[in-house]
Nanobody, 123 residues
């Protein structure tokens, strides 16, 4: 069974940018849709973005459209989340996971969750 490992989080000022990475071990999940979710303190985990196996189709939550871009490099078996124009409300732990079918934005349709990476946006 493969693992997903997120990295790239940190502290940034509002209006700044960060790029998150989600690396999979070996060839695990290379043909699967993967998604990014986030969870702020006291809130439920919410969908951010997803990308299909070859990068040809992407999905975004309305709150991040036009600011975030999801991409993948299958040679490196890594999915990225480029986050621009960050806002304080983007502060959360960001997780990546593998979609096992069903509606893209539904948390329960994903598994193999990574450990998460903290993103903090200061005002």
């Amino acid at each position: 069974q493969g693992q997903l490992v997120e990295s790239g989080g940190g502290l940034v000022q509002a209006g700044g940018s960060l790029r998150l990475s989600c690396a999979a071990s070996g060839r695990a999940f290379s043909i699967h849709m993967r998604g990014w979710f986030r969870q702020a303190p006291g809130k439920e985990r919410e969908f951010v973005a997803a990308i299909n196996w070859n990068g040809g189709t992407t999905y975004y939550a309305d709150s991040v459209k036009g600011r975030f871009t999801i991409s993948r490099d299958n040679a490196k078996n890594t999915v990225y989340l480029q986050m621009n124009s960050l806002k304080p409300e983007d502060t959360a732990v960001y997780y990546c996971a593998v979609n096992r079918g069903g509606t893209v934005g539904v948390t329960t349709n994903y598994d193999n969750w990574g450990q998460g990476t903290q993103v903090t946006v200061s005002s």
